[in-house]
């Protein structure tokens, strides 16, 4: 199989990024993050094509990231919490990881 990603993605426990969520208020579960993108888990399917901002929270500083929604698919079925969608998230500007630290730091 032939690597396509072109930035390493950072699994969320390691991320400094405690909430996400989909404008406008989908929250979201952050899976991994990336320079590029992100790849996200929620109750709400994403449309993909669709415009999307990804706003990030790490107590009291925060980060609002343009971006479009690559692919989403079912994550998973629940009984208790029903659909869970995971889509892949395209930023518009790159997200380095140098001002992520600093606003999180």
Known sequence: ?????????????????????VRPGRDVALVNVAEGGALVE?????L???RVVLQLKAGEHALAVAG???WCEV?????DRGVRYR????FDVPLSCTEASTRCG
């Open 1 to 21: 199989m032939i690597e396509r990603r072109r930035a390493t993605r950072q699994p969320a426990h390691q991320s400094p990024w405690l909430t996400a969520r």
């Open 42 to 46: 929620g109750a709400t399917r994403l």
């Open 48 to 50: 993909p094509g669709s």
């Open 68 to 70: 479009l929604v690559v």
């Open 75 to 79: 994550a998973s079925l629940d009984r």
């Open 87 to 90: 889509g892949a998230l395209r």
